[in-house]
């Protein structure tokens, strides 16, 4: 490969690149993120990429709806409309990527639309969506391998640095929403009660109570899967508690990560393992002389895995995927929680006090034990969701006012109300349904969780 005609990247560039998030509050948007499993509604079997009953000719048809097409090589891999995208996960997960909007009220619009479209699409197909944290009956080689050079480089390194990496790429399924900041101070504190309550989106959305036809013993199996996936990458970040961390710290964070790839002319090259501050220094093994540009750093970014991410944009990433009703409360949680400083600040006051070593048992945790999961001063999970969700409701009533909105957004918060209520999440739902009415076939989830 030959060198890059332009001037090196600094660090200062990289800060730079991250600072370019900061955003005054009339310009925050909400982004919503959620992926489900593609199965026959015949065999429940997964879905393979090839075939005129493929994942191909799912995108194909998607593309009547006025979605444009993405592709690598000869495969189309994605597609695009209106800032939204449609992409698809190593096995063959099918994840929309919503567009930056003003209101939840829109961002249920367009998770509406994207289901209606796939929903009639399957029907036609015999095809069917499942919103599931991990797959309830499938093994790991059962799963289809989606044709993209990512992946491949990926699938290799995995099982190098954890015995579950390949379980998160093919057997999980994910709902995640993404936030502004209004500058570094504001991003820090965001990051902060992002991660100290990220356990809590566990165990509200968890749904992942099996594997391979079987109870798992977790309420949500995907969330222990990250805890043996690649500890280089993922956890729940210490540093970002410490005195003096802001941007430049995370991106010497991101430094140390190893890295996956790099892409020249459309070509994946596999350089897993190695540095990105050599890479910097055009002293990358094998490919010295090269050195990034900004789609490298950017590409690096998105192959770190924390519980809470950072680019020009927070990701709240603690949340099994989930069945249609429940798509739109995640957003709804943390918007509430986050683009209110009256809300941010109550929430600031809930975990303020906490040790990291709490902040680290509570995740370790609550995928298990869920709602019941001890929290600091003698209380459970259950009993904080309560104050979150009112905080969370008063931030959003407060969002509305400020916004002379028409319609309130704090309605989108009752499915979660509903499940502290009752103390019973979706997990403890199947689970019971499991050992009843199911009569110990998980394939049952097939058809009752249908999208």
């Not at 990527?97 to 639309?113: D, F, I, K, M």
Request: hydrophobic share 40%.
């Amino acid at each position: 490969m030959a060198d890059n005609a332009h001037m090196p990247l600094g660090r200062a560039d990289l800060v730079t690149s991250l600072e370019r998030g900061i955003k005054p509050k009339e310009r925050w948007r909400i982004g919503s993120e959620h992926e489900k499993f593609v199965f026959d509604r015949k065999s429940h079997a997964p879905i393979p990429y090839e075939g005129e009953r493929g994942i191909g000719a799912i995108l194909e048809r998607l593309q009547h709806f006025g979605w444009a097409p993405k592709y690598e090589g000869k495969n189309l891999i994605a597609l695009a409309q209106d800032g939204a995208s449609i992409t698809l996960e190593p096995g063959g997960q099918f994840e929309l990527s919503g567009a930056p909007l003003e209101t939840l009220h829109q961002t249920c619009r367009e998770v509406n639309s994207h289901l209606t479209q796939v929903k009639a699409i399957g029907d036609e197909m015999g095809i069917g969506f499942l919103g599931m944290g991990f797959h309830p009956t499938a093994k790991r080689d059962d799963i289809p391998i989606m044709p993209k050079a990512r992946y491949d480089i990926m699938r290799a390194y995995m099982p190098k640095k954890g015995s579950m990496g390949l379980d998160m790429m093919l057997r999980t399924c994910t709902v995640q929403v993404n936030l502004d900041f209004g500058s570094e101070a504001d991003m820090v504190q965001k990051f902060r009660i992002g991660l100290a309550l990220q356990p809590l989106a566990t165990a509200l959305f968890a749904n992942s109570p099996f594997v391979e036809g079987k109870p798992s013993g977790f309420l949500s199996f995907r969330s222990q899967i990250w805890t043996d996936t690649d500890p280089d990458r993922t956890g729940m970040l210490p540093f970002v508690f410490e005195e003096g961390f802001g941007f430049e710290r995370y991106v010497d964070y991101a430094l140390d990560v190893p890295m996956y790839f790099i892409e020249r002319d459309g070509v994946m090259h596999d350089v897993s393992g190695l540095s990105f501050r050599d890479f910097m220094a055009g002293k990358l093994p094998g490919h010295e002389g090269l050195l990034p540009c900004m789609k490298d750093w950017e590409d690096h970014l998105t192959t770190v895995f924390p519980e809470v991410r950072l680019k020009t944009f927070l990701e709240m990433r603690g949340a099994d995927g989930g069945p249609w009703a429940r798509l739109c409360a995640l957003p709804a949680l943390w918007a509430g929680l986050l683009y209110d400083g009256t809300a941010q600040a109550a929430a600031w006051d809930l975990v303020k006090d906490w040790t990291f070593d709490e902040m680290r048992q509570l995740r370790d945790n609550a995928p298990k034990w869920g709602l019941a999961t001890p929290v600091p001063g003698n209380r459970s999970l259950r009993d904080l969701a309560r104050d979150v969700l009112d905080i969370a409701a008063q931030g959003l009533d407060a969002r509305n006012r400020r916004n002379d909105a028409d319609e309130t957004e704090a309605h989108f918060l009752c499915t979660l109300r509903q499940i502290v209520e009752d103390n019973r999440t979706l997990a403890d739902e199947m689970l019971a349904a499991y050992e009843g009415r199911w009569h110990g076939d998980a394939s049952r989830a097939f058809e009752d969780y249908l999208y």
